[in-house]
């Protein structure tokens, strides 16, 4: 299959002939790099080349200088029609509109794989995510990971990747023992012990407990053992259901148990060959740097966390063999990516294979009020609640708005509302719109077609054409910088082109989509379905469904 060249791309490739005679002279390590971009303000052009500012240092003049010259030896050609200079020292370049729709028809015979990248192809990737302690539900807030985390995945799939999705269940420890003598003591009436769980789904898990595990756990022994173990399997089928609600699905269901045993031994066999280990005041300790001490196992001999942490990706980077292994990971386990990347280098793997996307905190918003949770007292809003509210894909989309390194506010009633300015209806609404021009194209007898193509060229159809070329560049962006953010800001701005592109009949009939002119009709058709196609894709890498009436 054939890809058509992105605009920076084709930009880049027609730029370098040019561009490798004007650095010719220079000494090859002080030769930047060419880099083609979208220029800030819409009307300096299509495309710029920043190159004469990275110039400036290296060759001493001043940088609207080097572009004049730079331009000057740009031709116009392929797919650019004209070059400027535009201050402070940048070579502006308009596309052609030819080229640009031109490329419509292969975008249209690509069809579902329009966008698809094979960088990653031949490499695995594991992506981890979710993976909360199964001592209660997923709550609205686990939405954002999940929904980053899927997204992702589904982005590296698109570029050629073997993914492979798993949730890590924490099912060691004592927060999940403290989960059973917290059920067990709200069975039994009781208190709960001293940093124990609390609240409504306490009360349901102890409604619901068997009368076989009850009297195993009034029997003695380990009395909250065995409600420990049913509550956590009651967890995590709950886990599943609320996540195949959102269209997420793992792989593979992990148990931090699994670590232990050999696996350990080995793995502090070779630590305590790296001389890094060290025992006092009654636990194991491991030392990273000269002026820190990182404690593996307590005094009670319980390992932590971060003996758990080390244990997971030594099994995920040489025990199973992925490439990449990439966690998401909220933003309180920030300090802890910098020492599970020191104990692998320890270790000889190399910690770039070791990748985490750290998501901030999301509040709830209902109205002008902010929704205070807490799991531990538990005011809790549960993730099934906001799904059965606004439904999955205005979770999917909102949770995709904002970048993973900023805090975000979850703004229940926009997403629930149908309009504009709700952007996951906007988007979906601008796919319908398209559907619809295409059932009235077909009643009409009319088929897209590339062969007028040609004669198009408003501003509106162009915008949206070039808009379009955009996408592989999206896709490889988000997909590079594990960045999901940028599908939903990439549809927004096509949904504009789209609906703008749209309205445009209205105000005159002579752009309309279906006209009296049956060659042009189809190009627009064309030009229709490649947008369609494109959006559909759009909202897919976001599992967001792509509907054709609203």
Not at 210 to 231: I, M, T
Not at 412 to 420: I, K, M, Q, Y
Request: hydrophobic fraction near 45%.
């Amino acid at each position: 299959m054939k890809t058509p060249p992105t605009p920076r791309r084709a930009v880049a490739e027609w730029a370098r002939p040019a561009v490798d005679g004007f650095l010719a002279g220079l000494d090859p390590e002080a030769r930047p790099a060419m880099t083609v971009q979208r220029p800030a303000r819409p009307e300096h052009g299509d495309l710029a080349i920043s190159l004469p500012l990275q110039l400036a240092r290296p060759t001493g003049r001043k940088p609207m200088d080097i572009a004049a010259d730079l331009a000057a030896a740009l031709r116009p050609g392929g797919p650019v029609a004209s070059v400027e200079v535009a201050p402070p020292g940048f070579v502006n370049v308009r596309l052609d509109p030819a080229w640009m729709f031109d490329a419509l028809e292969e975008v249209v015979a690509a069809g579902p794989d329009w966008g698809r990248l094979e960088f990653g192809a031949g490499r695995t990737a594991q992506v981890e995510f979710v993976s909360t302690n199964p001592t209660g539900p997923l709550l609205f807030s686990h939405g954002r990971g999940a929904v980053v985390g899927d997204t992702v995945a589904r982005l590296l799939a698109f570029t050629g990747h073997e993914v492979q999705r798993e949730f890590y269940l924490n099912d060691a420890g004592r927060q999940v023992q403290l989960f059973g003598e917290s059920i067990l003591a709200s069975r039994l009436g009781q208190p709960a012990p001293e940093e124990g769980y609390a609240g409504e789904y306490i009360a349901d898990y102890a409604g619901e407990l068997p009368a076989e595990v009850l009297a195993a756990a009034e029997s003695g022994g380990e009395a909250a053992s065995g409600v420990a173990e049913w509550a956590m399997a009651r967890s995590v089928a709950e886990f599943r259901r609320d996540l195949d609600a959102l269209g997420i699905g793992f792989d593979r269901w992990f148990s931090e148990r699994s670590l232990y045993g050999d696996w350990e031994a080995e793995t502090i066999a070779m630590l305590e060959a790296t001389g890094a280990i060290s025992r006092h005041d009654g636990a194991t300790w491991l030392r990273l740097d000269e002026d820190t001490e990182d404690v593996l196992y307590k005094s009670s001999g319980e390992p932590t966390y971060f003996m758990a942490d080390i244990l997971y990706h030594r099994d995920k980077l040489v025990r199973r063999g992925f490439d990449r292994a990439i966690d998401i990971w909220g933003a309180d386990h920030q300090n802890q990516v910098r020492r599970v990347k020191d104990v692998l280098a320890l270790m000889g793997v190399d910690p770039d294979r070791f990748q985490v996307v750290l998501i901030q905190l999301v509040r709830m918003k209902r109205g002008d009020e902010f929704v205070k949770i807490s799991k531990r007292a538990g005011n809790l809003i549960l993730l099934r609640d906001l799904v059965e509210e606004v439904g999955a894909d205005a979770v999917r989309y909102h949770y995709l708005l904002r970048s993973t390194d900023a805090p975000m506010d979850f703004d229940v009633e926009l997403a629930r509302r149908h309009s504009n300015e709700n952007p996951v209806f906007y988007a979906q609404m601008a796919h319908a719109r398209l559907s619809s021009v295409r059932a009235v194209g077909a009643e009409a007898g009319l088929t897209a077609s590339a062969a007028a193509l040609g004669g198009l060229g408003a501003i509106g159809e162009v915008d949206l054409a070039r808009e379009l070329l955009e996408f592989p560049d999206v896709v490889e962006e988000a997909a590079r910088n594990l960045e999901p953010h940028h599908l939903p800001h990439y549809a927004q701005r096509l949904a504009e082109r789209i609906h703008t592109f749209y309205h445009a009949g209205a105000k005159d009939p002579g752009l309309r989509v279906v006209g009296e002119d049956r060659e042009l009709s189809e190009a627009r058709l064309h030009l229709c379905e490649a947008a369609r196609l494109t959006m559909a894709n759009a909202l897919g890498l976001m599992g967001v469904a792509a509907p054709d009436r609203m």
